[in-house]
């Protein structure tokens, strides 16, 4: 291979994401893991370059000027669709692999699916369809619901959507004799006062979006809804295991692996505006029985034998 002659310069991967302890999460792990079955070894034939934002995001774009300026051969975008624009403004010639992506084509990130154009590929994710399943499976797990919350966030790129999430999640409640109650934080700071005015509107239960912002504050999030008795639903695992009741969403090691594919072939020479972008097809669903416990909620034996996993 090119790398392993004699004098070659190891590639530089530019990585785009909020400040969190990467190299533990574990879909970072199984990224990496992925390029060493693949043939590359960090810090031997490729080295990373970090760039993380804080948790508002409002640095991206600078950060995402400095990977630019390294000249770094490919950028990975693991902040979903923010960080995926913020790359994309900064370079136009710099292959953009995005890790999660909601509805890239809707928001202008990619031309189409099959055919991305640009400089940008990677994976994508539809989120109102999963919005939806998260309510109707919060909704069976508590029996009988008539207040749902939904909490998003602002800075959240789906919230351009927000209008047409809310009518398909309210549409979805009826069904249950619910009703949907949107809450958006404009600021992570109002994360308490937002909680407690789910508490005081007396919601049954809690639909989490998806902004990363949510990932990070994955153990508050966890002891607020414990606070408030309150059943939530999330997207990642990772909010299961901080004591989430349950979480719906993709598999985002199955994301990681499809990442470092598109990178293998990007440095071998591939261009992204050929790549098809893949939408997601692996979702994971996780119970935590010790939350429904302490929540002293009885699960019906439908969720817990669809459970993907449970944490007891």
């Known amino acids: 291979m090119a790398w392993a002659q004699a004098g070659s310069a190891p590639y530089r991967i530019g990585v785009l994401g909020l400040d969190s302890p990467i190299r533990q ?5 199984t990224f990496t893991a992925e390029m060493s079955r693949l043939g ?5 034939n490729f080295i990373v370059e970090l760039r993380l934002a804080r948790a508002d995001g409002k640095d991206l774009d600078s950060l995402a000027a400095e990977l630019a300026a390294l000249k770094v051969d490919v950028i990975l975008a693991v902040a979903g669709t923010p960080s995926v624009l913020a790359a994309r403004k900064a370079t136009s010639t710099i292959p953009i692999v995005m890790l999660s992506a909601v509805e890239p084509v809707r928001d202008g990130v ?5 055919r991305p154009g640009g400089n940008v590929t990677g994976n994508s ?26 909490l998003g966030s ?5 919230m351009q959507h927000f209008e047409e999430y809310l009518t398909a999640m309210a549409a979805a409640a009826r069904q249950y004799g619910a009703q949907v109650q949107p809450m ?4 992570i700071d109002e994360l308490d006062e937002t909680f407690d005015r789910i508490a005081h509107q007396r919601a049954d239960a809690l639909v989490l979006d998806n902004p990363a912002i949510f990932y990070l504050q994955a153990a ?15 997207d990642a695992k ?11 969403g993709v598999d985002y090691r199955d994301l990681a692996r499809k990442l470092a594919g598109y990178v293998d072939r990007i440095l071998k020479g591939a261009k992204p505006s050929e790549l098809p972008v893949e939408q997601a097809t692996k979702f994971d669903m996780v119970v935590n029985l010790k939350t429904a416990n302490m929540l002293k909620l009885t699960l019906p034996q439908s969720i817990l034998l669809r459970a993907d996993e449970v944490i007891s």
């Open 40 to 44: 590359y070894v960090e810090n031997r």
């Open 184 to 187: 958006l934080l404009r600021s």
């Open 154 to 158: 602002v800075r959240s790129r789906s």
């Open 220 to 234: 508050r999030i966890a002891a607020l809804a414990a606070r408030y008795h309150l059943p939530a639903i999330g």
């Open 110 to 114: 990619v031309a189409s699916l099959s």
């Open 125 to 150: 994710i539809v989120g109102l369809e999963l919005l939806v399943k998260r309510l109707q499976l919060v909704a069976e797990a508590v029996g009988n619901p008539t207040r749902i919350a939904y």
């Open 25 to 29: 999460d574990p879909v970072w792990q």
């Open 238 to 248: 990772l909010l299961a295991e901080a004591g989430l009741l349950m979480t719906y």
